[in-house]
C-alpha cells in the first residue's frame, strides 16, 4: 500500500443544538425530506458535536493517516460561527502535528448562496476554497460545491473553479498522476449524472461541466458529505463516495469516518463509527 488518509465529513458544531426542542410541523416537514431527526429536549451549545469531533480527532492520531480532510459544514452557524469554530480549532489542535489536515467548504460555511464576504469569510478562517495537492504520484483537488450549487451572486467564482480544474486536472494527467481525486461538500449525483437537481446535489448544469472534466483527465473517485449518510454511485470508472457525518447522523448510518487506502493500482476505502475504528489503518478495504 503507497499510503493512507482519512475522510471526514460535517462535524457541524452546534447542529444538535438547532435541531433540539424542534416544534411537531418543523419535524414533520425534516422527516418529510427524509432526514431522520431524534425529537430531543431543547439544548445549547455543542457538546454533541464536541464528544464526536474529539473521538475522530483520537482515531486519526492512533491510526497515523497521511492526512486528514474534513469535506464542509465544520460548524453550524452560517452567520456567526465564533463560538463553534473556537471549539473545533481547539479539538483539530490536538491532532498530531504530523498529521495535516485540509478543509472543504460545505453550504453552511459558506451559506447556501455564497457572497463575496462569505467567501472572504471562509478564505480567513480556513484557508483557499478552491487548491490541490500531491501525496507520492496521487492528486487530490478540492474544489466548493456550494459555488457550483448557487454561483448567482459570484459567478466570477464559479468560472474560476472551472478555469482551475480544466489546468490543475490537466497538468496531474500530463504529469503522470497515478489517481486522481476530488474532494467536495455536495455530492455530484444520487444516482444518475442526468438525474434533477435537488438541494442534495449539484445542479445538472454545472454537475455536467465537472462531469466532464472528471472523465476526461481521469478522475476515479469523488468524496464529498452533504448528506449525513453514506451513499455511493458510480458513472462508468467514477466513484461518487458520500461519507456520513461526525456530527449528527441524519440516516441510518453512525457518526464516524472514512478511511481511504491508496495502492498503486487502485484505491479502497471503508467507513467506521466512531465508536468502533479499526486497530489499524490497512484494516480498511470494503469497497474499491
Ligand atoms: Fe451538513
Redesign the pocket.
Known sequence: MAFSFIQL??P?FG?YASLSGIDNPSFDRLTDLGMNITKVPKTTGFQYETARYEMAIAAANKLDPEFVITC??MCNDKENPADEYTELMRITSTLSKTIPMYWVA???DVTNQPTPESLSRYHKLYGDDVYSFDREDSHFVVINSTVCQDPSLVWNEWERQVEFLTSDLRDARGNGSRHMVVFTHHPPFLTFPDEDDSWLVIPKKRRRVLIDLFMKYGVSHVFS??W?RNHYSYFRKLQIVATS?V?YPLGGDPSGFRIVNVYDDRIEHEFFALGSPPENIEQAYKFG
Open positions: 465529513a460535517d457541524q447542529m464542509g459544514d460545505g453550504n453552511h458529505g452533504h449525513h457525518s456530527g
